[in-house]
């Protein structure tokens, strides 16, 4: 199969491009790995269903049961995500020119991508191609966490219809918060263990008055948390850890590890396809998003979350467009970390995007 564009991964900016090319008569192969994840991470597994959540766990009232509660708020925000998927994968199958084709893509040459989805497989080469693969949470590496049973990324969390009762987080960042507060609204024991302090990158005084909050809400928040060890028993696990305090143990039986996402790029082929990465796996690219292979662009995570957004800033008489690249505060660095790199360069006249 030979098409002008080919679209890896049904993310935010792959989706937009696809079907803007598609609307032109274009010919366009959308291939996604997952039936589960037409329309991506935003709404399938990330903001969306997290932010349902949000709103439902603080909409609990005392006399709630809360396994029940947790368990009807499971179910509407599983019927909100299908319902959107449905709408995404539709917006895509509708046009006459997109292909939509659910496998995984792994180039084998510089414009050629093999798919695979059971024991199918499909050759696809392109004009074009676009990497919007997105990103995977990073599981650190500490003995018995990988095999724990209980053992949960964001994504299995958020699919559990059982409320834990004592959840037990992994990383202080924005996923690890977040849920810790929403697990909290519905009731459960909730203990975050995060390596240095919290909202380090926040002012001092928003630090403290935005860790209060969560403190007064009944969560316990462990600063300078190293985690040792994980030991599983029958209905729970013991979460060891060391703080400036000295060891110390806690169990949980859901453990959230929260630590961060990396660039999903494992087993992408990229090398085959002269595709350079960074030491996080992000394919590194030019302020136009192309990569070391000119025919192959990276958008959304997959390139270390970097975006490229053009502003007009005024400077009569000339119009000066400046770039701004920003990391994602969701583009969490090891300890769950938000790295931005901001840098401003010049550019010629243009038009915001
Ligand atoms: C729990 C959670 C909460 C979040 N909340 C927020 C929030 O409130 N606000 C915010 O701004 N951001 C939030 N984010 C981050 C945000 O969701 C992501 O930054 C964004 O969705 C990434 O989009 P993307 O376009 O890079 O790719 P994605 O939307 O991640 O899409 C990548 C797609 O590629 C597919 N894929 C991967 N490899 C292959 C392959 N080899 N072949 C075929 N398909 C492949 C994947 O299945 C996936 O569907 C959250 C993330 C999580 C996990």
Redesign the pocket.
């Known amino acids: 199969m030979h098409v002008e564009l080919l679209v ?8 937009t491009l696809a079907g803007a090319f598609g609307n032109q008569g274009r010919s366009v192969a959308m ?4 039936d ?16 349902a959540l949000v709103h439902d766990a603080a909409s609990r009232r005392d006399s709630d049961d809360p396994a029940a509660f947790y368990e009807a708020a499971i179910t509407r925000k599983t019927e909100l995500t299908d319902l959107l998927r449905g709408k995404n994968y539709a917006m895509l199958d509708t046009v006459d020119a997109v292909t939509v084709i659910t ?4 180039f084998t040459g510089p414009d050629q991508v093999e ?1 695979t989805g059971g024991a199918d497989s499909l050759t696809i080469t392109a004009d074009h191609i676009i990497v ?6 990073v599981i650190p590496d500490v003995p018995g966490l990988a095999d724990s049973r209980f053992l949960r ?3 299995s969390l ?1 699919a559990t219809r059982a409320l834990p009762k004592q959840l037990v987080v992994i990383g202080g960042g ?2 690890g918060l ?2 810790a507060s929403v697990y909290r609204g519905f009731g459960s024991e909730v203990t975050v263990l995060q390596r240095d302090t919290f909202f380090a990158r926040e002012d001092d005084d928003v630090a403290e008055a935005a860790t209060a909050v969560l403190r007064e809400s009944g969560i316990t928040l462990v600063e300078h948390a190293d985690v040792t060890e994980v030991v599983d028993a029958d209905g729970s696990t013991s979460v060891h850890f060391t703080t400036q305090g000295g060891a110390q143990t806690v169990t949980a039986d859901a453990l959230l590890v ?1 630590s961060g ?1 990396r660039p ?2 494992d ?2 082929g990229l090398a085959e396809a002269g595709i350079d990465t960074d030491e996080r796996g992000g394919i590194v690219v030019d302020d136009h998003l192309r990569s070391s292979n000119g025919k192959v662009f990276a ?5 270390g ?1 970097r975006a490229v957004h053009l502003h007009l800033v005024r400077r009569p008489p000339d119009r000066v467009g400046r770039t701004h690249r920003g990391g ?4 969490a660095g090891p300890g769950g970390h938000a790295q931005h790199d901001v840098h401003h360069a010049s550019a010629e006249p243009s038009r915001p995007q």
């Open positions: 890896i991964g049904f993310g935010k900016a792959g989706k291939v996604e790995q997952s589960q994840m037409y329309g991506g991470t935003c709404i399938n597994i990330g903001c969306v269903p997290t932010k496998g995984r893509a792994r798919v919007n693969t997105g990103a995977v949470p990324t964001s994504t958020i924005p996923i977040e849920l929260a996402r999903a790029t087993d992408l958008v959304g995570d997959v390139n979350g994602s505060a969701y583009d």
